[in-house]
């Protein structure tokens, strides 16, 4: 008989955890975190001597600003967007279930569906974006299809 794992599951990790997962050095997950750029919601105790618990969707955000930091992104930019979303008391929707994060480097938009989120005024908007590759392909084998046959 198999002996199962009986460990119970990770709801949050430690800053040096977060900081491995997500691509970031421990001194860019402490300057987002000094300036609020990324909060960790892993514990509700804040201060002096308290560890910061980071949950799996910090840690999506931090990757997420991973990424746009290696691409040249403003950190200023994207905390300026991130503090004036959290000053309207808002909680950050769950990015885990947003299909684009969209930012021109200084506001950030968060999509999902046909709705685009303007972070820093709250605003919403309807949006269609459409991913241009399948187009792109569906038209370029249409195309060889009637190059073959001579028919449209």
């Known amino acids: 008989m198999s002996k199962v794992d009986q ?5 949050s990790f430690t800053a040096a955890q977060a ?5 970031l050095t421990m001194d860019m997950l ?6 609020e750029v990324a909060v960790p919601s892993g514990n509700s105790q804040r201060g002096r001597g308290k560890r910061r618990q980071y949950t799996y969707t910090d840690i999506l955000l931090l990757r997420v600003l991973a990424q746009l930091l290696k691409q040249g992104v403003s950190v200023i930019g994207l905390r300026k967007s991130l503090t004036a979303y959290r000053k309207r008391n808002a909680v950050l929707p769950d990015i885990s279930s947003c299909r684009y ?17 303007d972070l820093t005024s709250g605003q919403r908007a309807f949006t269609f974006v459409l991913d241009m590759e399948p187009v792109r392909e569906a038209l370029q084998k249409q195309m060889r299809r009637v190059r073959r046959t001579g028919n449209a």
């Open 7 to 11: 460990r119970p599951l990770v709801e």
């Open 19 to 23: 900081a491995r997962l997500s691509g």
């Open 30 to 35: 402490n300057y987002l975190c000094r300036y």
């Open 101 to 117: 994060f969209v930012t021109d480097g200084y506001n950030v938009f968060l999509q999902d569906g046909g709705r685009l989120e």
